[in-house]
């Protein structure tokens, strides 16, 4: 029989799309959920992505609709492994070395939920350090996945700037080897990345408490327009560290997404992967991985990871998607530049905006605001002051920042 079943809150990104699609005002604006719009408003379908599904179709690259293996297409994996590894002294040795597991999943969320479903059965402490604030669904995830969920802090609403005194103080005090979440680039929602200074500060405390990291890479392309750039400073100083001294990190995972830099929502494509110096432990992990996954799933979907292989091993192709990635950024850094200059400065000091990277802007507006927002302009952004940007063009970065200095000026 069913029991006591009540109404489940509404998620606090996805939940806005629902209201935005209800809202009958014609100039209703959605900057909730971080899918790219191009200058008309409209899903943008990346060109390379589109040869790339021409190539499997019309010249017949794709050969079956058969199902993959459970942890992925093997062609997928090793040239996802080398486009994030392979540019990096110390990734091509742990390449070669076959220290690193890598797994296709069901994109960035999938792959989150298997790291830690992963940890929870194998790891000793099910307590993750994330920052505060973070992605809202990181709380789900790992508390879903029987991970404690507990907080570092992260941004500074006074000064809008890296709290970096008060991280490394918890962080210090985390239970000792605590699991951390960290963000590769683009931090989500703040789009605020720590300098490389503050990397090797933070990760001499995780050493230090011999946290485990997770590292979450959604928006790998966005801080610099070329996804190789913005291999997280995290991830080589990590390898690196690994390599030279692997007692001090024996160990660490990283979850990726081609969501939004191929602009594959839907297609649900992503990786796990997980670094570790034995050999040996590595074909344990990937054993267990496979139990993991084959009563959850079975095994991951085979559209997107065609289009990435297809992607990733022709060149010209590959430039052509470098490309596209920079016309994402570019635009997304002139809506950010224009929404600046729109926005009342007698008002409020704006000039956080200007140093934030990726799709988002956080605003520091408080949670009444954004209602205010909401209720009284149709525009819709999380109620912790986020915005995102790819709902803003031209066409209506005046109708938003004239909204956010009315909400600001009461
Ligand atoms: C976001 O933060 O808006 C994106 O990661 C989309 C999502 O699934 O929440």
């Not at 074909?283 to 084959?294: D, E, F, H, P």
């Not at 095994?299 to 091993?313: A, D, F, M, R, T």
């Not at 009284?376 to 995102?388: A, K, N, V």
Request: glycine share 6%; hydrophobic share 35%; charged share 25%.
């Amino acid at each position: 029989h069913w029991v006591d079943v009540q109404m489940a809150p509404p998620d606090k990104i996805l939940g806005l799309s629902e209201l935005y699609v209800k809202d009958p005002n014609p100039k209703k604006v959605n900057l909730g959920v971080g899918a790219y719009r191009d200058e008309e408003g409209k899903p943008w379908i990346l060109p390379s992505v589109k040869e790339a599904e021409r190539k499997l179709v019309v010249e017949g690259l794709e050969k079956d609709k058969e199902y993959v293996p459970i942890l992925g297409s093997g062609p997928y994996n090793s040239a996802v492994q080398k486009f994030i590894f392979g540019h990096d002294e110390f990734g091509k040795k742990l390449i070669a070395e076959k220290r690193i597991v890598s797994a296709q999943t069901i994109s960035g969320t999938g792959s989150l939920r298997v790291i830690a479903e992963l940890l929870n059965k194998f790891y000793s402490v099910k307590k993750c350090y994330m920052s505060a604030p973070t992605w809202p669904n990181h709380l789900n995830v790992f508390r879903d996945a029987g991970v404690e969920p507990a907080a570092y802090p992260y941004y500074d609403l006074d000064t809008n700037s890296l709290d970096i005194e008060n991280l490394l103080a918890t962080l210090n005090k985390a239970e000792k080897g605590a699991l951390i979440l960290l963000h590769s680039s683009c931090h989500n929602p703040t789009g605020l990345d720590a300098t490389s200074e503050q990397w090797d500060q933070i990760l001499e405390v995780i050493t230090k408490r011999e946290l485990f990291p997770i590292v979450d890479m959604a928006y790998q392309g966005f801080a610099t327009g070329d996804p190789i750039k913005d291999l997280g400073i995290v991830i080589h100083k990590m390898t690196k560290m690994h390599y030279e001294n692997p007692e001090k990190l024996p160990s660490f995972a990283l979850c990726q997404s081609f969501a939004k830099n191929m602009g594959l929502y839907g297609e649900r494509t992503g990786s796990v992967f997980l670094v570790h110096e034995s050999p040996e432990f590595i074909s344990k992990i990937t054993s267990q991985l496979k139990a993991l996954v084959r009563p959850m799933y079975s095994s991951p979907p085979c559209h997107g990871s065609k289009i990435v292989e297809v992607i990733l091993n022709d060149e010209k192709l590959y430039k052509s998607w470098l490309g596209d990635v920079a016309k994402i950024t570019n635009r997304l850094n002139e809506v950010r530049s224009g929404l600046y200059d729109n926005l009342d400065h007698s008002l409020r000091n704006w000039d956080h905006l200007k140093r934030q990277k990726g799709m988002f802007s956080y605003t520091g507006l408080s949670k009444d605001e954004m209602l205010k927002l909401r209720s009284d302009f149709s525009i819709y952004g999380t109620d912790d002051g986020r915005f995102s940007l790819a709902g803003i063009s031209n066409r209506n970065v005046k109708y938003v920042a004239e909204a956010v200095n009315a909400v600001v000026k009461k």
